[in-house]
C-alpha cells in the first residue's frame, strides 16, 4: 500500500519561509509527475507546481520567483521551498504523484500552511 506523508506546515509571518517535504513509502516505483496542489475552504485544488523525472517544472504564476520545487528520486520525496510568504498563500498543501507505468495517482493527506499578515 502507498502512502504519501507530508510534513513541514505551519504558521508564518509574511514575508517569512516554509519548507514542505513529501515522502512515498509502500511498493511505489517510477514516479513521472510529482507535484503541489493548494486548497481554500470553498474553493477548487489548485496546482502550485510539479517536476517531472526529468526535473522539468511547471509553476502557477501566482507563486513564481518565490516558490521552487525539486524532487529526490532516490527517496521518491518532493519538496516546496517556499520564500516570501503571503497571507494569500493560506490553504491546505496536498502532495501528489503520478505512476504512469501503473495508471496510478496518490494524493497526501494535505498539510496548513497559515500566514499571518
Known amino acids: 500500500q502507498v502512502q504519501l506523508v507530508e510534513s513541514g506546515g505551519g504558521l508564518v509571518q509574511a514575508g517569512g519561509s516554509l519548507r514542505l517535504s513529501c515522502a512515498a513509502s509502500?511498493?511505489?516505483?517510477?514516479?513521472?509527475?510529482m507535484g503541489w496542489y493548494r486548497q481554500t475552504p470553498g474553493k477548487q485544488r489548485e496546482l502550485v507546481a510539479h517536476v517531472t523525472r526529468d526535473s522539468s517544472t511547471n509553476y502557477a504564476d501566482s507563486v513564481k520567483g518565490r516558490f521552487t520545487i525539486s524532487r529526490d528520486n532516490a527517496k521518491n520525496t518532493v519538496y516546496l521551498q517556499m520564500n516570501s510568504l503571503k497571507p494569500e498563500d493560506t490553504a491546505v498543501y496536498y502532495c501528489?504523484?503520478?505512476?504512469?507505468?501503473?495508471?496510478?495517482?496518490?494524493w497526501g493527506q494535505g498539510t496548513q500552511v497559515t500566514v499571518s499578515s
Open positions: 501528489k504523484m503520478e505512476v504512469p507505468d501503473s495508471f496510478s495517482v496518490y
Open positions: 509502500g511498493s511505489i516505483f517510477r514516479i513521472n509527475v
